[in-house]
Every structure is written in structure tokens, then in C-alpha cells.
């Protein structure tokens, strides 16, 4: 790979973060690995990093305490800049909207989306300098088709839909890229509560996917093969939706 290249996870204690981290690092990338309360389960990842010869810097913050990631992340900053950025940190908080308490709304749009402004100014800021960079978000299907209980999340996750290709447009001439992986349903800890029964049916491959499934998705659009893409939204749903 030549130099080294640094990519910063949100939300990579566990689940399809977790599994990002893991591809990245088999690949050659040092990882910046945030993750909000997961402690142990974070410092596993970090051990499982750097077996493969990767380093691993912990980055314990809440994503849309802009305080908590501005002091974190500035020092690091002005020594290295990553190549790149993938915002996973994600919850749900579902509940059909008329009983949606104004928590409930606030939260998932802090988690998914003001993070987003956020971390994405903050590192894009340095990325710009260095006229490099790749960005990945992590949508949902549910940002894509809208969901019944998920009114919160959907809106969170269209608009980092939105939000992505707007700053691909924006970051395109200097050489960064911006593009979102949008999964179906992947089995973690999110979903456990699904009625999956009704809901295999739907899906043609006629399972749930893998964290690893997401992960290798994301690893391409790190690579040089991703060169002439921005601005994309790639469905990982088993053809749920098409
Ligand atoms: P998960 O297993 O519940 O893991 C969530 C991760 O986000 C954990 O590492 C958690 O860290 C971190 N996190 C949550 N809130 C945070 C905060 N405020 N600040 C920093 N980190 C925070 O979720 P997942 O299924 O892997 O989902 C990952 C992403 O994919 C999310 O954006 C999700 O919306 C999206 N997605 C998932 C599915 C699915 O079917 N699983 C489908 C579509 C999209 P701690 O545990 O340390 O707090």
C-alpha cells in the first residue's frame, strides 16, 4: 500500500464497525477507533487490529458531543490526517411517531446526523490540505424506502444520504471522495428485536446479512478500485429493495 494510511471508524466497538475496523486493518490501515461505551468490547478490536500488524489509537467519545470530539481529535490532527472516514456510530430509538417522545427524535438525529456535521467538517477540514480523502457513510434501507416505527431513523439517515452527496459535490476537485453504504438487515445487536419471521420473506436472498458483508463493501470504496466513484449510495440489503 506505500505509505500508511490512517482511517477513522465511528461506533467500532462492535457490530458492522467492529467488522469495518477488522477489514481495514487485514488490508494494511492503521485505525483512529471511536466508540462511546463499550470499553472492553472496544480494547478486543484494538488487540485483534493490531495482530494483524495495524495500529490502534481508541477514540472514547459521544459523536454528537462536538466538544468531546473537537478536543479529542484536534491534537491528533495536527500530526496526521487520515485518509480516510467512515461515520457508523449509529441507534434506534423505534416507536411509532405519534407516541415518539422529542428524546427519542433528538437522539437518533444526534447520533446519525449532526455527528455528521460534526466529524465531517472537523476532518474534511484537514483533508482538504492534503488534497486526498475518502468518506463513507452508513445509511440504512430505511433512509432509502422509509420505514413504519423507524420515522426518527429514516429521517437521520436520508438526510446523511443527502448530506453525502452535497459534500461530494463540494469535495470532488480536490481529489476527496464521498460516498454511502446503505445496508439491509445485518445481523447485530440492532436488529434482535425485529420480527424477523415477517420479515425474511421480503428479502430475495432470503437471509439476513453479515457485518463482513458491509465491511467489504467499504473496504472497495477505500481502495484504489473506488477511484472514479462519489456521491454513490451501494445497497447491501440482499435485494430487499431494488
Ligand atoms: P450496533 O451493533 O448497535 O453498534 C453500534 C455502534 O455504534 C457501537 O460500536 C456503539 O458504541 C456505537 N455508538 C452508538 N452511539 C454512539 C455515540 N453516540 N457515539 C459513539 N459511538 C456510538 O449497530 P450496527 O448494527 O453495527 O450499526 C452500525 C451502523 O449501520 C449504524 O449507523 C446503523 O444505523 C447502520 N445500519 C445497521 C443495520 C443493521 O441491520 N444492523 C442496517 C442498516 C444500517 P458503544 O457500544 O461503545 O456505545
Not at 477513522?8 to 469495518?20: D, E, L, M
Not at 478490536?45 to 472514547?60: D, M, R, S, Y
Not at 437521520?156 to 471522495?177: P, Q, V, W
Amino acid at each position: 500500500m506505500g505509505e500508511r494510511k490512517i482511517v477513522f471508524i465511528t461506533g467500532a466497538s462492535r457490530g458492522i464497525g467492529a467488522a469495518i475496523a477488522l477489514n481495514l486493518a487485514q488490508a494494511g490501515y492503521d485505525i483512529w477507533l471511536n466508540y462511546r461505551s463499550s470499553k472492553e468490547l472496544a480494547y478486543k478490536v484494538k488487540e485483534q487490529i493490531e495482530a494483524f500488524g495495524c495500529t490502534c489509537t481508541l477514540l472514547p467519545f459521544d459523536v454528537a458531543d462536538e466538544q468531546a470530539a473537537t478536543e479529542m481529535l484536534e491534537p491528533l490532527l495536527q500530526q496526521e490526517v487520515p485518509f480516510g472516514l467512515v461515520h457508523n456510530a449509529g441507534v434506534t430509538r423505534d416507536t411509532l411517531l405519534p407516541m415518539m417522545k422529542r428524546e427519542e427524535w433528538d437522539t437518533v438525529i444526534d447520533v446519525h446526523l449532526n455527528s455528521f456535521y460534526i466529524l465531517g467538517k472537523l476532518i474534511s477540514r484537514h483533508m482538504l490540505s492534503r488534497r486526498e480523502g475518502r468518506i463513507v457513510t452508513l445509511a440504512s434501507l430505511s433512509g432509502e424506502t422509509g420505514q413504519a416505527g423507524q420515522v426518527n431513523y429514516a429521517a437521520a439517515k436520508a438526510g446523511l444520504i443527502g448530506a453525502s452527496k452535497a459534500l461530494a459535490r463540494e469535495l470532488g476537485k480536490r481529489n476527496i471522495l464521498v460516498n454511502v453504504v446503505s445496508p439491509g438487515l445485518i445481523e447485530t445487536e440492532m436488529i434482535q428485536k425485529l420480527p424477523l419471521d415477517k420479515i425474511l420473506p421480503l428479502i430475495p436472498l432470503g437471509r439476513v446479512g453479515q457485518v463482513e458483508e458491509v465491511a467489504g463493501v467499504v473496504r472497495f470504496l477505500l481502495s484504489e478500485d473506488a477511484s472514479y466513484m462519489t456521491g454513490q449510495v451501494l445497497s447491501v440489503n440482499g435485494g430487499m429493495h431494488m
